[in-house]
């Protein structure tokens, strides 16, 4: 088998900063562990990738990533593993982005699960390079390094070799990523945790309601039951009263 042909990547590649580790600048692999920080410099060492790195956010974040993998032509598949970013969905708009594409009036990625998946700093003909020159794979939620090292090696044996059209540079304002905390757009991944609590909170309430009404029930018992004794102690009162009455009667006679 022919080895695969290399090129080299971009002066000064990477050309966007992150949270990232290099690992071989001509291998064909690079990794994208979303929120999973802790697993990057285990997976950078892996042979065959060129660079590992967190992402988090579903507009800047993924802007720098596809400028550092066009700008190095050598990088054909990109691996998604690691934790998803919660609200963000930072890997399924990743996979979006190669799947469908950016819709070139709203710059927004089509189909895109995240918060704010607007694409605003890269050319239509940037994300069609990245379309072409990578493919995407998923072991989104994996952290096992034993199991990315596998695929890891599964991709760098398909190898096929630098993409054939020399690096695309795209200059990345460095500025603060758009975060979607402060967006309140109800996502997927907090429905069913909206759901459990709406649950239990009905149950709460149920038994809550319940808890009166044994009160309450118990509190009627308690008052009848009283008022009972109360009776009950003027009914002897006054048949002692009347035997009293009686005797004194009869003993007048």
Known sequence: MAEAKKVEPASGWPLSSGDYVIGDPKGCVAVCTLSSEKIVSGVAKIPGVVIAG?????????????????????????????????????GGCLKAIWEKGVDPSSKKIKEAPGAIPFIEHLPQDAVERFQKQVKTEDLISVEDEAKIRAKVEELVRQDPGAYLEPPFIVKIEEKKEVKAGMVAIPLASVVEPSITTLTMLVDDIAAKVQLIGRERRL???????????ILSGLAISLGILTLLLLVILRVGV
């Open 54 to 90: 967190s992402c988090k956010t579903e507009n800047i974040g993924i802007e720098k990533a596809v400028t550092n993998i066009i700008s190095n032509p050598n990088v054909r598949f990109l691996l998604i593993c690691g934790i998803e970013v919660t609200g963000h969905v930072t």
């Open 219 to 229: 509190n009627t018992a308690v008052g009848i039951t009283r008022w009972m004794g």
